[in-house]
């Protein structure tokens, strides 16, 4: 089977990251499932995707990134990392967000709350723009950065397929910027 270059870096990113925590596929299966019932046939998933048998859904990729508190993008740059050899200490696990606090409870109620954030890959200007038909997206193009989004805030889109891009020029000004960030849903047509 053909498996496009998103996907390829999705099973090497989950490959990747399931053994650096030394779960089985079945363990990993275990902690994504829904339910009891769904396990089997998650555990078959995973193993037809680290094999490259047949690409991951969208509902499967977040189910299997979710289990490490990660986006489907997330696990996507670490697989592309792995693929382009970069060393074991850049493959991160975990989303990290640095926030300098000056008191222990206001990172108690940070850390508290940090399921109430969603990391969303920001795009330089130029990889995402507007077209005579719609929005054009390089599907093969990998996020330099990440921006972390109040969940409330993307409503019912928070399981969509988001990006985030810095505009470049004034075309869009005064409604917004240049140098601002936009969140897009690549999702809605």
């Known amino acids: 089977m053909d498996i496009d270059l998103k996907d390829k870096y999705f099973l090497q990113g989950l490959k990747k990251i399931r053994k650096a925590n030394n779960l089985s596929q079945r363990e990993l299966a275990e902690r994504a499932a829904r339910s009891p019932d769904g396990v089997e046939s998650l555990r078959v998933a995973i193993s037809n995707i680290e094999r490259g048998a047949r690409p991951p859904s969208k509902e499967a990729q ?68 507007a077209g005579v038909n719609g929005l054009y997206f390089n599907e093969y193009e990998i996020p330099e950065s990440e921006v972390i989004v109040y969940r409330p805030e993307l409503n019912h889109r928070v399981r969509h397929n988001l990006c985030a891009v810095r505009v470049g020029g004034d075309s869009m000004e005064p409604m917004i910027p240049e140098g601002s960030i936009v969140v897009i849903d690549l999702d809605d047509k």
């Open 62 to 129: 977040w189910l299997l990134a979710e289990a490490f508190n990660l986006t489907p993008e997330q696990v996507m740059m670490c697989g592309r990392k792995d693929l382009e050899g970069k060393p074991e200490s850049e493959l991160r696990t975990e989303p990290t967000l640095n926030v300098i606090v000056c008191q222990q409870q206001d990172r108690e109620i940070l850390e508290e709350t940090a399921h109430d954030y969603r990391a969303i890959p920001l795009y330089e200007s130029g990889r995402l723009a």
